[in-house]
């Protein structure tokens, strides 16, 4: 999941941690670590002049290109399992594997002549605009920034939370809004697999990990309900905690607490 939370400035947000919820499958390959490629390769912008407001980008190869279609499968994924995180609130992040001085600006390209700007705030977050009719299967989120460096991931945050603090519902609900974003690019052998359970987020036989943001130094992560405690443990080769998202004996409303290292 991405745990990263939203960041209306920190107000929607109340402190909560930000991380990544990444999927792997036991035994077999990683899931969709590498699925969150949304660009259309259809699209060649290498050669294309991209402007932003306040922000021209001359000659930007591969732009980061996001299916408007595929994140609204995961705002309808959001919908249709908002009994897990009554409260919570999606937004989308672009996250980056680089600095990047130049000021994130996105836009929604509705066709090769129409397009609409799209409020981000200085975290990354921003929330999908809505559109209908035709334009939806062709439009598409479109950044200032390069496809394979910056990607788009879904979150979900309930208020609230202290610093360090997940919901393990608004974990579960971002796992959910993931999957229908990015599960038609999994594996055959795991899409099999989860045919029967909903996706991989209920399957006691997939590993989900919550990955700390990058730059955290979190030391451990407890899952806390009432008087019972559990230390998530660490995979050393992925750097996530293992996060037992499919144990119903753990409610939505227990908490994944991070404890960091200190500066």
Known sequence: MHFETVNQSKKIMGGSIA???????ILLWPLFTNAQNLVDSSSDKS?????????????????????????????SAFNANSQLAPLAVLKFRVSESEKNNIPLALRLELDDRHWLPIEVDVEGYFVLPEITGPQVKTAQIVANRKN???????????????VGTSRLGDLR????????????????????????????????????????????KTK???????????????????????????????????????EFNPE
């Open 148 to 162: 394979g460096i910056a990607k788009i991931e879904p979150n979900t945050t309930s208020p609230g939370l202290a």
């Open 19 to 25: 991380s990544i919820l990444f999927i792997s499958l």
């Open 220 to 258: 451990k992560i407890f899952l806390q309900e009432g008087n019972r405690k559990l230390e998530l443990v660490e995979d050393g080769i992925r750097r996530g905690f293992i996060t037992p998202l499919h144990d119903q004996s753990w409610s939505n409303e227990a908490r994944s607490v991070s």
């Open 47 to 75: 050669n294309v002049e991209t402007e932003f407001s306040t922000v021209t980008i001359t000659g930007f190869g591969n732009a980061l290109a996001a299916s408007y279609e595929r994140l609204q499968r995961g705002v």
């Open 173 to 216: 609900l971002t796992c959910s809004v993931r999957w229908a974003i990015y599960g038609e690019d999994a594996p055959l052998a795991l899409r099999a697999m989860t045919a029967l359970t909903d996706g991989p987020c209920n399957n006691r036989l997939i590993r989900m990990y919550v990955m700390p943001r990058a730059g955290e």
